[in-house]
C-alpha cells in the first residue's frame, strides 16, 4: 500500500512536470494581446469602460447620428469605440457608467458570433477568441452602442528605416494633408489620432496601414459655410493600393473615396461616420477592388458604386459589417454616367458575407441606374440583415431591395436611359423588421427598350420563413421588367 | 493491477482538463503576454515628425504691403464655385479657377503704386500636387494701356516651397496688373488656377 502511494504521488509528480511539455509553453498557450494607450492630450470616454483580459482600453467617443431622415444641418451625437489585437482568447468587460441608466440587458452583434454576455451588477463580460468587428447594444437600444474592434495581430510591419516609409507613432497629431507618391508607405501606429487627410493622386505601389485613427472632428461638416470635403482616404487615378487596418472616425465627408483607380485592396479598415453625406466606401468608375473585413457604420451609403468617369468593374465587397444609419447598404448608383462618358457600364461586381447589423433608411440593397449606363453581372451572395429597419423618405425608398432607371435628382444624363440585366441574389435573411412583416421590394424598368431582366433570387428567409415567390416577397415589378424570379 | 487502472484514469483525467485550461467562460484568469503601446507625453496635437515642417523653405515674398489684397477683380467665367474674389481675400485654402485657358485676373488697385513683385499662390497643403502654369504679368496705369513686364513664363508650383511662385520686375507705376494664364499641367482642371494673387 505505501509503495502504491509513492507510485501515485511519483506519477501524479511526473504529470505535472510533464504538462508544460505536453500542452506546450506557458508562453505558448497565452493570449498574445496588444493594448494601446490613447495619446495624452485626450480622455478616455466617460460613457464606457472597457477592460480585456483585466487590461484597462482607452475607450474613444466617435460621431454618429441617429437622425434617420436626410438633414443639411444635421448634428451628430456620439458613442464609445475601442481597439485592440490579440491571438488566442480574451475575456471583455465592459461598464457603462455614461449609459444614463442601469444596464440590464446586453447583445453582442453579429449574432452569428453566437456570443451570449453575462452580465452582474451592471458589468457586462463576454469571451472572443476570434479577431473581428463587435458590437453591443445595451437594453435594446442603439443608444451608445459600443463598437469594438479586435484586431489580429499586426504582420509584415513596415520597414521604418525606408526612407519610403513614413511613421506615424502613438500620440495625436496634426497635419493639413498627407499627399503619398509612388512605392510609399504610411504607417499609422496604434495609439496615434491623426487629424489629416490623406491623398494617393497618380500614383502606383502605395499602402497605407497600422492600427491608428485618421480623425476630422477639428473640420465642419464639409457643406457648411466656409467648410470643404476632407476626404480621410482619397485615391484618384492610382493603382496598386492597398489601405489596411486603420479606423477613421469623425470624418466630415465621405470616408474612403476611389476614383478612376485599378488594383485597390482593402482590409480591416473600420469607419464610422455621423456627419453629412459620410459614405462609408464609395468608388467611382473604378476597376478590380477588393475589400475585406470592413466595418461601416455610416451617415450616407456605406457601400455605393459610381461611374463618373467611365466604367465600373471588377469589385468585391466581401465579409463586411454594416451599420446604415441614413440611405443605403449597399448601393449602385444614383450617378451611373456623371462623366457623360460612350457606353458606360457597371459590371462584375460581388456582395458576398455582408452582415448589415442595422438598416435604418432606405433600402438594403439597391441600384439605382439614373443615367445611361449598362449595369450587368451583379451577385449578392449571403447577405444577413439583422435589422431591416427602413423608414424611407416620406413614404418613399422603404423597399429591402430596389432597382430602378429612372431619372433623379443626381442624373447627368436625363434624356437617355440603361438597363440592368443578370442580378443574382443567393442568400438573402433578415432576422427583424420595422413592423415584424415582409417589407417590400420593388423593380421598376424605364420603357420598352431599357428594362431590368434577369433577376434571381434564391434561398431567401425573411422573419425566419423561407420565401419562394415574388407575392410572399411583396415583389412589384412595372411592365419593363423580365425574368424576375425567386426560387 | 486496480491501482494501475486507478492511476490510469487519474492520468487521463488530468489530461483531458489540459485543453480547458484558461477557457474564458470560467472565471479562471487567461495567460496573456501582453504589450502595451505608450502614448508620448504631449500637451497638444503635433505636426508628425515624419512630414517635416516645410514652411521654412516656402519662397519668401517681400514684407511690404499687399496692394491687391481685398481690391476689385475681374476675370472671365469660372469654374464651378471658384470665384474670382478667392484670388485676393486673403486665404490660401479658397481659390480661383478659370473655365479654361488662356485666363485673366485683372486686378484694380484702387491707386497708382510702385511695384516690383507679383506672388501667385495656390493651397500649400500636400494634395495640391506640383503642378506648372504658364504666367505673365501686364501693367496700365488707366486700364486701357498695358504693358508687359513679365513675358510669359512656365512657373513651377510645388507644396514642397510653399506652392507659390514669385514674379520680381523692375519697380514699375501701376493701378491695374493683368495676370495671364496660358497654361496649367494640373491632371484635375482645365483652367487657370490661384488661391491668392498678390502685389508688392
Redesign the interface.
Known amino acids: 500500500m505505501k509503495r502504491n502511494c509513492m507510485t501515485l504521488l511519483l506519477l501524479l509528480l511526473s504529470i505535472a512536470l510533464l504538462l508544460p511539455a505536453l500542452s506546450g509553453t506557458a508562453e505558448d498557450e497565452a493570449t498574445m494581446l496588444t493594448i494601446y494607450e490613447g495619446p495624452k492630450t485626450m480622455s478616455s470616454s466617460s460613457v464606457a469602460s472597457v477592460s480585456v483580459n483585466g487590461y484597462d482600453l482607452f475607450v474613444y467617443d466617435v460621431m454618429v447620428n441617429h437622425e434617420h431622415i436626410w438633414n443639411a444641418n444635421t448634428q451628430p451625437t456620439r458613442t464609445p469605440m475601442t481597439y485592440f489585437d490579440f491571438e488566442g482568447k480574451v475575456q471583455i468587460k465592459i461598464s457603462m457608467p455614461g449609459l444614463g441608466k442601469d444596464v440590464t440587458s446586453a447583445k453582442v452583434i453579429p449574432l452569428s458570433y453566437g456570443i451570449e454576455p453575462k452580465i452582474e451588477n451592471g458589468v457586462v463580460t463576454f469571451c472572443i477568441d476570434e479577431p473581428g468587428q463587435y458590437t453591443v447594444i445595451f437594453n435594446d437600444s442603439v443608444n451608445k452602442a459600443l463598437h469594438i474592434f479586435a484586431n489580429p495581430l499586426e504582420t509584415d510591419v513596415p520597414d521604418f528605416n525606408d526612407p519610403n516609409v513614413f511613421y506615424i507613432g502613438p500620440g495625436e497629431w496634426v497635419m493639413d494633408a498627407i499627399a503619398l507618391a509612388d512605392n510609399q508607405t504610411l504607417y499609422i501606429s496604434g495609439g496615434a489620432v491623426v487629424h489629416s487627410i490623406i491623398s494617393v493622386a497618380n500614383a502606383k505601389n502605395v499602402r497605407i496601414c497600422g492600427r491608428g485613427i485618421i480623425d476630422g472632428s477639428d473640420y465642419p461638416a464639409w457643406n457648411q459655410a466656409g467648410s470643404y470635403a476632407r476626404v480621410p482616404i482619397d485615391l484618384n487615378h492610382s493603382k496598386d493600393v492597398s489601405v489596411e487596418g486603420i479606423i477613421i472616425a469623425n470624418s466630415n465627408c465621405w470616408n474612403v473615396n476611389s476614383y478612376s483607380s485599378k488594383n485597390v485592396t482593402i482590409d480591416n479598415v473600420k469607419v464610422i461616420s455621423g456627419r453629412q453625406n459620410g459614405d462609408g466606401f464609395t468608388f467611382q468608375s473604378c476597376t478590380d477592388h477588393v475589400v475585406t473585413n470592413c466595418f461601416a457604420r455610416t451617415w450616407d451609403d456605406s457601400l455605393v458604386l459610381k461611374n463618373y468617369s467611365g466604367s465600373t468593374k471588377g469589385i468585391t465587397f466581401r465579409n463586411i459589417q454594416i451599420w446604415t444609419d441614413l440611405a443605403q447598404s449597399m448601393e449602385i448608383g444614383y450617378e451611373t454616367d456623371k462623366g457623360w462618358t460612350l457606353d458606360p457600364e457597371i459590371s462584375d461586381v460581388l456582395f458576398e458575407d455582408i452582415t448589415v447589423l442595422y438598416n435604418f433608411h432606405k433600402p438594403v440593397i439597391s441600384i439605382h441606374n439614373s443615367d445611361d449606363a449598362y449595369v450587368h453581372d451583379i451577385v449578392y451572395r449571403n447577405i444577413v440583415v439583422e435589422n431591416a429597419m427602413m423608414q424611407g423618405d416620406n413614404g418613399f425608398n422603404k423597399e429591402l431591395i430596389e432597382m430602378t432607371l429612372q431619372n433623379s435628382q443626381w442624373s447627368t444624363v436625363k434624356d437617355e436611359f440603361g438597363s440592368i440585366d443578370n442580378v443574382l441574389i443567393d442568400g438573402l435573411t433578415v432576422y427583424n423588421t420595422a413592423n415584424g412583416k415582409v417589407p417590400a421590394s420593388r423593380f421598376s424598368g424605364h420603357n420598352e427598350k431599357h428594362r431590368i431582366t434577369n433577376v434571381a433570387m434564391r434561398n431567401v428567409n425573411i422573419l425566419g420563413n423561407p420565401i419562394q415567390d415574388l407575392k410572399t416577397m411583396k415583389v412589384s415589378l412595372n411592365d419593363y421588367c423580365d425574368a424576375i424570379t425567386i426560387e | 493491477m486496480m491501482?494501475k487502472k486507478l492511476?490510469a484514469c487519474?492520468?487521463a483525467l488530468?489530461?483531458l482538463s489540459?485543453?480547458c485550461?484558461?477557457?474564458?467562460?470560467t472565471d479562471h484568469?487567461?495567460?496573456?503576454?501582453?504589450?502595451?503601446?505608450?502614448?508620448?507625453?504631449?500637451?497638444?496635437?503635433?505636426?508628425?515628425p515624419?512630414?517635416p515642417d516645410p514652411t521654412e523653405n516656402y519662397i519668401p515674398m517681400p514684407e511690404t504691403e499687399n496692394y491687391a489684397h481685398g481690391k476689385k477683380v475681374v476675370s472671365g467665367v469660372h469654374a464651378d464655385v471658384y470665384v474670382s474674389k478667392n484670388v485676393n481675400d486673403g486665404k490660401t485654402?479658397t481659390y480661383w479657377e478659370s473655365k479654361g485657358l488662356p485666363a485673366e485676373m485683372l486686378i484694380e488697385l484702387g491707386d497708382t503704386y510702385s511695384i516690383s513683385t507679383v506672388g501667385v499662390f495656390l493651397n500649400?497643403?500636400?494634395?495640391w500636387?506640383p503642378r506648372q502654369q504658364e504666367i505673365a504679368v501686364w501693367v496700365s496705369t488707366d486700364g486701357i494701356e498695358y504693358m508687359e513686364v513679365a513675358p510669359a513664363f512656365l512657373y513651377q508650383f510645388d507644396?514642397a516651397t510653399g506652392n507659390r511662385i514669385r514674379i520680381d520686375i523692375e519697380t514699375v507705376e501701376a493701378a491695374f496688373v493683368k495676370v495671364i494664364f496660358t497654361k496649367n499641367t494640373a491632371?484635375?482642371t482645365l483652367g487657370a488656377q490661384a488661391a491668392e494673387i498678390c502685389v508688392y
Open positions: 491501482m492511476l487519474i492520468a488530468i489530461l489540459v485543453p485550461m484558461g477557457i474564458c467562460e484568469e487567461i495567460p496573456t503576454i501582453v504589450t502595451i503601446v505608450r502614448a508620448p507625453d504631449q500637451e497638444k496635437a503635433e505636426r508628425p515624419c512630414f485654402d500649400p497643403a500636400s494634395i500636387e507644396p491632371t484635375r
